[in-house]
């Protein structure tokens, strides 16, 4: 079967940095997505690995690797206003995204 | 604002009610998608239709029927569910359903309550 594995929760203290770990076990492979879902909004979309690597964006970065089934989300500069869901998906080999459960990371002060 | 606009936002209905969601993109993309999130569980890819034809069943309860009028409109029209359909029912939107690492944009959600 297909599986995304990310963990359920992280705590991290505003300004400091936190990493959230994604490993997948799929039919294929045809890149990477992370997600950010506030509470009772949509996700929105933050960044995409289709290369072994790390693609940085602003305080926000995501490494891939894929002959480890492996990314991570690298947060910098946490704010209170990064407290949210980080959603983990790949596409698979019939170009479908599977999805993790999410992260819950509260920020505090 | 992500461009994907879902009707209504909240949803109470009884097992034997019949509803319908209403989604929009305003986007001018060809691929539109049905999800739904439930408490601490990954989201579950309901419906995919791209250029108004449906491409993905993901054996679906045939209490939930899409239809898919235009490549701007989705809706998700609901009979006879149970309480355990309660769930916050998501669309949304990319460029195509295919291979280019096209991002899917979603609206806000209905949460549906089945009594």
């Known amino acids: 079967g297909q599986n995304i594995d990310q963990p359920t929760e992280m705590t991290a203290t505003e300004g400091a940095i936190v990493q959230i770990n994604c490993t997948y076990q799929t039919s294929g492979f045809n890149g990477l997505f992370w997600y950010q879902q506030h509470a009772g909004e949509a996700p929105t979309f933050l960044s995409y690995n289709v290369l072994d690597g790390l693609e940085e964006k602003g305080r926000f970065s995501s490494f891939l690797s894929r002959s480890k089934g492996y990314s991570y989300l690298l947060l910098k500069e946490l704010q209170m206003k990064d407290s949210a869901s980080y959603l983990c998906a790949v596409r698979d080999s019939n170009y479908q995204l599977i999805w993790g459960a999410g992260t819950k990371l509260i920020i505090k002060p | ?115």
Request: aromatic fraction near 10%.
């Open chain 2, 1 to 115: 604002e992500t461009g994907v606009t879902q009707t209504p936002r909240h949803l109470v209905m009884g097992m034997t009610n019949k509803k319908s969601l209403k989604c929009e993109q305003h986007l001018g993309h060809n691929a539109m998608y049905w999800y739904k999130q439930s408490a601490k569980k990954p989201l579950e890819l309901m419906f995919v239709y791209s250029l108004e034809e449906r491409v993905e069943n993901n054996s679906v309860p045939s209490r939930f029927s899409p239809e898919c009028p235009n490549s701007s409109h989705l809706f998700l029209h609901l009979h006879t569910l149970q309480p355990e359909d309660s769930a916050l029912y998501l669309c949304a939107s990319s460029q195509d359903a295919g291979t280019g690492g096209y991002e899917q944009y979603f609206g806000p959600g209905t949460r549906l309550t089945v009594t």
